[in-house]
């Protein structure tokens, strides 16, 4: 099931666990989804709730038709030009997923410009290390330009939201481009000190996330 998969490869990054499966709080159907949801037109959207006493309720709704290529196309097995738009749309609702409910495990607050973020850096860092599973001879050069410079936001599903994701991915390309220096450093030990500062930036606040990128950058 590829959405656990990619719920395995983040926690394993990360070195982060959750107590929650992402299919049980998964929505294919756009009808189930609340009214303010429905109306705008996306392959990905989490949706968050907080009940009148503070309990959090939280689906990930998925397009199936997405859910469908990804299955005829799968990235885990082969990442390519034609399955990478679907694995990034797919990937972003499922590090929504896991960044919110690790902190609320940790009773830490989330804003939506921390979750945007992360989830910029996670398809980044994702795809790097799938790509380097699936072709470990090649350094994917390409990546970080085709996630921050060829990729465009709608302006219709970003629904006014285009100055908050364009600060998320200024500040995510800019930690990004810091990391793939690092990694092209070849060796276990390098990757290893990779695997940490994504370790200990993942568990920051947003406030100091922000400070971080700006005095490594």
Known sequence: MILRQLQELIGGIYDVSIAHDVYDFLVTDRAQ???AARSHPTEEQLIVAV???GELGVSLYLDPALLERLQDADPLRSLHGG????????????????YLAWNCGHDKTVSLLELELQAEIDKYIASY???KRQFPQRFPAELARLLFERT???STLAAGREPLYRRA???AERFCR?????L?????EPEQKVLAELRRFYRLTDARKLAHIERSS
């Open 33 to 35: 989804l609340p009214s």
């Open 51 to 53: 009940a009148d006493g």
């Open 83 to 98: 399955n990478v738009a679907d694995y990034w749309t797919a990937l972003e609702g499922v590090s929504h997923f896991v």
């Open 129 to 131: 290390w799938l790509l």
């Open 152 to 154: 465009h936001i709608d």
């Open 169 to 171: 991915s200024g500040y």
């Open 178 to 182: 810091r990391i793939e220096q690092l």
């Open 184 to 188: 092209r450093v070849r060796g276990a």
